[in-house]
């Protein structure tokens, strides 16, 4: 599903490059979910943008869906995202002047996947349904993030990337988003990959690693044994 090869991403800067992935090798299977941790300014968030092909790797290779995405051009690239990638961020990013439901057939249409009773079913499931004719201001944080997985979820993406999903939230209400997220994840077969600083947010799911000195190193603490 997602795979790199050796990957190297270094940031120019006055003091000169800041090698931030140096050889990292990383395979993610289909319906695979797998837990990024690592201190920060490890480079996790990079490593998001690199699998999401909104940068591009200075050596190696990034394969999503088998395609190489330096080797797409960038119109080839953005249409991978819509179709195979959904995206979940800490901000929860809902488009303000459209309703519930607007917000999520939104993203199902740009992949050209709409799917009227795959959408009622997701807002069902995201406790959203009665809410359906809301916008988003109008929502709690969890509701507004709960509408933010089911949005990246809507097009049925085979991989779903992840940053923080549940930062913003109250402890109780960000347990309650993690197990939706997983939930749904896997009944869509979704592969994920998911970045926490939370070894409790990292527990559930098949593996966890560990991002240090621009490499991953299997972490069996965080890890489900
Ligand atoms: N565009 C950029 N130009 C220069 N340096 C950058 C750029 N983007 C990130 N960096 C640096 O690269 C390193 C990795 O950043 P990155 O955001 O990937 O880390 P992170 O592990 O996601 O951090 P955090 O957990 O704090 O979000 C950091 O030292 C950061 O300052």
Redesign the pocket.
Known sequence: MLDFCDVHKA???PQGP?R?LDGLDLRLAPGESLALM????????????LAAGLDLADHGEVLLAGESLARLGEPARARLRRESLGLVFQQFHLVPSLTVADNLRLQARLAGREDAEWSAELLARLGLSALARRYPEQLSGGQQQRLAIGRALAPRPALLLA??PTGNLDETTAGEVLELLLDLVRDTGCALLL?T?SAQVAAPLDRCER?SHGRLDHDPRAARP
Do not use: C, I, R
């Open positions: 940031y120019p800067t800041l931030v690592g201190e920060s300014g490890s480079g996790k968030s990079t490593l998001l943008h940053d923080e970045v600083h991002l």
